[in-house]
């Protein structure tokens, strides 16, 4: 096993069995131990729950509401940020179940760890979610000082 003290939490549903196996492998692979967190179900939501995000902002930003699974997953990611924040654990990586593990994982995650007083958060985003997003500055780690 790898010696990475940062700890991984992947999120994930209970059910989701073949995803649960596909992120298991990979991090398998790269020698990096984590847990499973399970996610909330948002097709397990009340109909009526009250909107736990601000719906005017989003339908005026995205031009859609979330749907349950959205609102699940988002709960979700709430859930997990509140362990971490009672947790004495300096920094802990999140996945959702659905991720492609780069190889580099474990060289980034020492690096990270090196620099773990420099930062208060580093989110990873890949694909559409980066053009979308207009006002995030997107650092690499060659820009970020890593």
Same mark, same amino acid.
């Given at each position: 096993?790898?010696?990475?003290?940062?700890?991984?939490?992947?999120?994930? %549903? $209970?059910?989701?069995?073949? &995803? +649960?196996? #596909? @992120?298991?492998?990979?991090?398998?692979?790269? /020698?990096?131990?984590?847990?499973?967190?399970?996610?909330?179900?948002?097709?397990?939501?009340?109909?009526?729950?009250? %909107? $736990?995000?601000?719906?005017? &902002? +989003?339908? #005026? @930003?995205?031009?859609?509401?979330?749907?349950? /699974?959205?609102?699940?997953?988002?709960?979700?990611?709430?859930?997990?940020?509140?362990?971490?924040?009672?947790?004495?654990? $300096?920094?802990?990586?999140?996945?959702?179940?659905?991720?492609?593990?780069?190889?580099?994982?474990? /060289?980034?995650?020492?690096?990270?760890?090196?620099?773990?007083?420099?930062?208060?958060?580093?989110?990873?985003?890949?694909? $559409?979610?980066?053009?979308?997003?207009?006002?995030?500055?997107?650092?690499?780690?060659?820009?970020? /000082?890593?």
């Amino acid at each position: 096993m790898n010696s990475h003290v940062i700890p991984i939490t992947v999120i994930s %549903l $209970p059910h989701e069995t073949q &995803r +649960r196996a #596909r @992120i298991k492998n990979q991090l398998d692979r790269l /020698g990096l131990s984590f847990s499973f967190f399970d996610a909330i179900n948002g097709q397990d939501l009340p109909a009526d729950m009250p %909107l $736990p995000y601000n719906e005017a &902002r +989003r339908l #005026r @930003i995205f031009g859609r509401g979330l749907t349950q /699974g959205e609102i699940g997953c988002l709960l979700s990611h709430k859930a997990v940020l509140e362990v971490i924040a009672r947790s004495t654990t $300096p920094c802990t990586l999140v996945l959702e179940d659905d991720v492609v593990i780069d190889a580099g994982l474990p /060289g980034i995650l020492q690096d990270i760890q090196t620099h773990a007083n420099t930062f208060d958060l580093v989110r990873f985003l890949s694909g $559409p979610k980066i053009s979308r997003i207009k006002k995030r500055k997107i650092l690499t780690l060659n820009t970020a /000082g890593l």
